[in-house]
């Protein structure tokens, strides 16, 4: 199979201070991760792609400088939330495509983590 | 630019009932078309896909699409509901080859005894 592992899946925190998202592939070499963010009862809005080794790309109208990615390695990306305020809070969804054994995995799908539920008191 | 659109936020059927999701899609090349599931606080699982050949697929769980490229729709059914397929089903669409989905709003299936 191809698991995507997401940590923490609930976190809270006070206004002001920054959380870290970790999303890790356990079995494939995620060659790229897109985080996706969740409004209740609404679709998923792509906040980013990130290609290993490379700076991620935004989607038009999300900040970088709110929403740093991370994508140091084949297995692991962070998505920091910095300086959290309310209305930062969401379900943070991250997934991935890569390789495994060398050859593609899949033929177009993305492979989900678990999500994080962000609330920001 | 690619574009999904699900009709009906919320379907009710009763348990043993066809289920029947509509998923229309717009994509200025051949599209390759997903089924999610999402089950509440957890992520997305694939249902079913539709990349080349056989337009008609099945999925896990009973679940089946057919790919209609003259009506440029994905819809997703299975012939008899199950308490258990209670959930939000999101389709997708991407312009192949590993790239990032587009999604739909969501359909949330509600299956009565």
């Known amino acids: 199979g191809a698991v995507v592992s997401q940590h923490p899946s609930w976190v809270i925190c006070k206004s002001g201070t920054s959380v870290k998202i970790e999303c890790r592939s356990l079995?494939?070499?995620?060659?790229?991760m897109f985080w996706y963010r969740q409004f209740p009862k609404q679709s998923l809005m792509l906040m980013a792609t990130?290609?290993?080794?490379?700076?991620?790309?935004?989607e038009q109208g999300v900040e970088k400088d709110k929403f740093l990615i991370n994508h140091a390695s084949l297995t692991l990306s962070t998505l920091t939330v910095t300086s959290a305020h309310p209305e930062d809070s969401s379900f943070y969804i991250c997934?991935?495509?890569?390789?495994?054994?060398?050859?593609?995995?899949?033929?177009?799908?993305?492979?989900f983590g678990e999500g994080s539920r962000l609330t920001v008191l | 630019a690619q574009s999904v659109t699900q009709l009906g936020s919320h379907v009710s059927v009763s348990e043993g009932a066809l289920v029947l999701l509509r998923c229309n899609y717009s994509s200025s090349v051949p599209p390759y078309l997903f089924w999610y599931v999402q089950y509440p606080n957890q992520g997305l699982q694939l249902l079913l896909k539709y990349t080349t050949g056989a337009t008609l697929v099945k999925g896990i769980n009973g679940f089946e699409a057919e790919f209609k490229k003259s009506e440029t729709s994905f819809h997703l059914t299975k012939p008899s509901a199950h308490m258990s397929d209670a959930a939000e089903y999101f389709c997708?669409?991407?312009?192949?080859?590993?790239?990032?989905?587009?999604f739909g709003t969501g359909t949330r299936l509600l299956v009565s005894p």
């Open positions: 990130s290609n290993e080794g490379s700076k991620a790309t935004y």
């Open positions: 997708a669409v991407s312009d192949r080859g590993f790239q990032k989905l587009v």
């Open positions: 997934s991935a495509s890569g390789l495994q054994g060398g050859s593609r995995l899949g033929t177009g799908e993305l492979f």
């Open positions: 079995d494939f070499q995620a060659t790229t």
